[in-house]
């Protein structure tokens, strides 16, 4: 990458990875992140690919060279292994993964892998099909299980994420999920649950505790310095084990300081912080006729709202959230 190709925000901050939600719909209903009845965008409200792609090239000639797609579901959205191989030919872009609930993966990981995707996320909160039917509303923990195996098999780089839940069963989830690690070679990643749309109306577990609970099962645990992506996970290995164990701390741990993304929401909307309500409209330029003018007033906004980025979160302090909207809108 060229020095040029390097985008610093205000704080210094390198910002070289996007996320991107590519649709609000979900076929599951986590009560922590989208449950019954909640508004949906028109499709024609969603960004297209190619306006998606657009994003991405331009976001590449300032620094971005990872991509995480998201959602809502991912998979949901018809021809999804078409964008990760636009994405994948962008030039200045390295990485291409996913995050998904896994209910759909099996059907499309030949053609995602054949796309060129690097990796995926599968979310899965517990290993109790009935805890599973709690939290989502459905019963697809067996295809989610399964999903998790074939992404392995399929030598795809596999992380699960799972929210660190407070309530009743939730509670002890972890030490299931983390055994998963036991005979499979990926990471299991726990999530501090943070006060964002539903999520503000349940409890999480401070991963202080979590951590301190880990070593009390497993008093061999061990830092695991290799690094497993491009994200804030701090990871533990169980001796013996063949995956490893990552702790995402957003409130615990707070992490802002090395922070480097954005969210193109699946509006357009490039949100450089998950807290804040604040960003650009980037819908409104892609949607105006092609021009030179045109691309340069992209990423001039996309380089504006990157170099401010805040220079952290609040959500230590609920009433300075301004984020109302729904985590399925903008995809965690
Ligand atoms: N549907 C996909 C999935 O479940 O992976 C992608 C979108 S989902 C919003 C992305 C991640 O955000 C999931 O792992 C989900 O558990 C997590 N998430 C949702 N609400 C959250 C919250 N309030 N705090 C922390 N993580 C949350
Ligand atoms: Fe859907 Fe993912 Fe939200 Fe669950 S966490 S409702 S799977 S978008």
């Known amino acids: ?19 991107i939600s590519v649709t609000d719909r979900c076929n599951l209903r986590c009560r ?9 965008s028109a499709m024609e409200e969603l960004l297209t690919f190619e306006e998606i792609a657009e994003t991405a090239r ?20 018809r021809g999804l292994p078409s964008l990760v191989r636009m994405l994948k030919e962008t030039e200045g872009i390295e990485k291409v993964t996913l995050t998904t609930n896994g209910t759909l993966l099996e059907k499309h990981l030949d053609s995602l892998v054949r796309a ?44 699960v994420n799972a929210v660190s839940l407070a309530a009743g069963e939730e509670k002890e989830a972890w030490r299931d999920l983390a055994e998963l690690t036991k005979d499979r070679p990926l990471c299991v990643r726990f999530i501090e649950l943070m006060p964002i749309g539903c ?30 992506g491009f994200g804030p996970a701090v990871y533990y290995r169980i001796p013996g084990y063949r995956g490893s164990i990552g702790l995402i701390s957003a409130i615990h741990g707070k992490f802002c300081d090395s922070c480097n ?3 193109l929401t699946s509006k ?14 980037l819908r409104e330029i892609l949607r105006a006729p092609l021009s030179e003018e045109r691309e340069e007033l992209l990423r001039a906004k996309m380089r504006e709202t990157i170099f401010d980025k805040p220079k952290a979160h609040c959500f230590e302090e609920l009433p300075a959230v301004t984020e109302r909207a729904l985590m399925s809108t903008f995809g965690g």
């Not at 990458?1 to 996320?19: A, L, S, V």
């Not at 912080?273 to 604040?278: I, Q, W």
């Open 1 to 19: 990458m060229t020095e040029n190709m390097r985008m610093d925000d205000r704080f210094g901050r390198k910002i070289e990875y996007m996320r």
């Open 32 to 40: 922590y992140c989208m449950p019954e009845g909640v508004p949906l």
């Open 58 to 77: 331009i976001g590449a000639s300032l620094g971005i060279r990872f991509i995480k797609l998201t959602g809502g579901e991912p998979l949901i959205r």
């Open 116 to 159: 060129g995707l690097d990796a995926v996320n599968i979310s899965l909160d517990t290993m109790d099909p009935e805890t599973y039917r709690q939290i989502t509303g459905t019963d697809a923990y067996e295809a989610v299980l399964s999903a998790i195996d074939a992404a392995t098999h399929a030598g795809l780089y596999t992380k």
């Open 199 to 228: 999520g503000r109306d349940f409890a999480g577990i401070s991963h202080r505790e979590l951590l301190g609970r880990m070593y009390e099962t497993w008093p061999d645990l061990q830092a695991d310095p290799f690094p497993h």
């Open 261 to 263: 993304r954005v969210r």
């Open 268 to 281: 357009g909307f490039l949100k450089p912080c998950l807290c804040y309500a604040d960003g650009a409209d």
